[in-house]
């Protein structure tokens, strides 16, 4: 089946990347068509939600060779979906060095999004406690601002990592909501298998939902579907080049028992932190939902802590990885944890270890590996060009895919700051 005619425009997933190309289009004028592999129900904030769109095994988690989980969310609004909503600028001599400046970007979103440290009484009583400690030890360890319109939070909920119920955490959903006000299209369950291209030319996509092939047109195409998705669909399409030598920022969950807290367990992860830029990974607080609790302490084997999520301080080392690894032709993700990388979390071990000990904290431990960023899989500079365009004339990618060296930070800002760039550009 072929639908023809209608859309100046074919965005592919709607995740930040997708989402802010989408809504920015939409808002001068052009006829948008989202496709989404994910659905577009009401975010609940609701662990069975959280499940079907984003630990699904070979669909939304993935496992590297050394049996790192690597979630993504396939749902309307992407993996911002269930992100902890901290924002981090974007690298801009980095990023200039390939001729992307993102400055005035970075400048509108701050102005238009509530991007902003959280009011003191939002903050909970694990993440003080862990400030409080990691500034006695003499650590510049600050609050970090957060993607959240304060007004609408709530005090000890806990649900950012479930999807935030009450619209409170800002997500690439929002965007998806305004595209659709704007008059975008949004089709669901929608996966995008490859890019049709005539004469050098992007002319739509093939996809298929419920079994059935269908084919959308429109002379331009942005692919968004996220690190992982976005290589996959690129390879089908003859497109060379993308899907290796990329980054994860892996991470490990460091926890300690104390005496129990007063709502201990229930508070917004990632409030509080310090980059620890020059030993490369991040450092934050990150406590979790009860039932992720436990599965970090069974995948931890320590099957015997998996009572004390209300009692448990959590400290999230996120390392910088060196770009490495394939993906598989179906987006299997063929990457291991190099030594440097262990090297550098073990680092952040025992920094975090003193932290927590300092806090008050004992029997201290760490959980499995985990990743929750994989990206530079079609980079600026070798599949991209500095305005995101393929060597395809009118197939643009914008994601994650396209950060062209090793990362290690929260990349929602930058992609929402590449999506409102890309769309100045197909404006023009
Ligand atoms: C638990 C967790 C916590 C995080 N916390 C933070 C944080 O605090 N701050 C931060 O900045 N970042 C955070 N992140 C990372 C952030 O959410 C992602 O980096 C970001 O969402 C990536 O955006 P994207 O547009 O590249 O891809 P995604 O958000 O992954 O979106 C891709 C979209 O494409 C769709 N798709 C995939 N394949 C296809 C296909 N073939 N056809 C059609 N659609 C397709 C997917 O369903 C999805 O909607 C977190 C991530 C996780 C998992």
Not at 172 to 185: I, K, W
């Amino acid at each position: 089946m072929t639908k023809t005619g209608k859309f100046d425009v074919i965005v592919v997933g709607s995740g930040p990347g997708g989402a802010t190309v989408a809504r920015e289009l939409s808002r001068s004028g052009k006829k948008v068509l989202l496709a989404e592999w994910g659905g577009h129900r009401a975010i609940k904030g609701t662990l069975f939600q959280a499940t079907v769109a984003a630990s699904i095994p070979g669909k939304s988690m993935l496992f590297t060779p050394d049996f790192a989980s690597v979630f993504r969310g396939i749902i309307s609004g992407g993996s911002s979906v269930f992100y902890y909503g901290t924002a981090f600028d974007p690298p801009l001599a980095m990023f200039k060095k390939y001729g992307v400046d993102l400055a005035e970007e970075v400048q509108e979103i701050k102005e238009e999004l509530p991007v902003k440290p959280l009011d003191d009484s939002l903050i909970g009583a694990m993440a003080s406690r862990i400030m409080n400690s990691a500034q006695e030890l003499g650590y510049d360890w600050q609050k970090l601002p957060k993607f959240i319109y304060q007004d609408r939070c709530e005090a000890k909920c806990w649900k950012c990592a479930y999807g935030c119920p009450v619209g409170a955490k800002w997500s690439a959903r929002h965007y998806v909501d305004q595209a659709l006000d704007e008059g975008a299209t949004l089709v669901t369950k929608t996966k995008v298998k490859k890019v049709m291209i005539h004469n050098g030319r992007a002319i739509g996509v093939e996809s298929i939902k419920n079994g059935i092939g269908t084919r959308f047109e429109a002379p331009l195409v942005v692919v968004s579907a996220g690190g992982i998705g976005t290589p996959v669909i690129l390879n089908n399409s003859g497109i060379k080049g993308s899907g290796d030598n990329y980054f994860f920022d892996p991470l490990i969950a460091v926890m300690g028992t104390v005496s129990k807290i007063k709502d201990g367990g229930k508070e917004i992860p990632m409030a509080t932190g310090l980059h620890m830029e020059d030993e490369g990974y991040l450092m934050t607080d990150m406590t979790v939902p009860g039932t992720l609790f436990r599965m970090f302490n069974a995948q931890a084997f320590k099957p015997h802590k998996m009572l004390s999520h209300a009692k448990s301080l959590t400290i999230m080392i996120k390392a910088k990885d060196d770009l490495g690894g394939q993906l598989s032709a179906r987006g299997g993700v063929k990457k291991k944890i190099e030594a440097t990388d262990r090297n550098k979390l073990q680092k952040g071990f025992e920094r975090a270890k003193k932290i927590l000990e300092n806090a008050g904290a004992k029997n201290i431990y760490h959980s499995a590996y985990l990743a929750a960023h994989p990206g530079g899989t079609a980079k600026i500079g070798q599949v991209v060009d500095n305005n995101l365009q393929t060597e395809i004339d009118n197939l643009y990618v914008c994601d994650c895919s396209v950060i062209p060296e090793a990362w290690g930070l929260p990349p929602t800002l930058t992609l929402v700051a590449l999506g409102k760039r890309l769309a100045k550009h197909l404006s023009n």
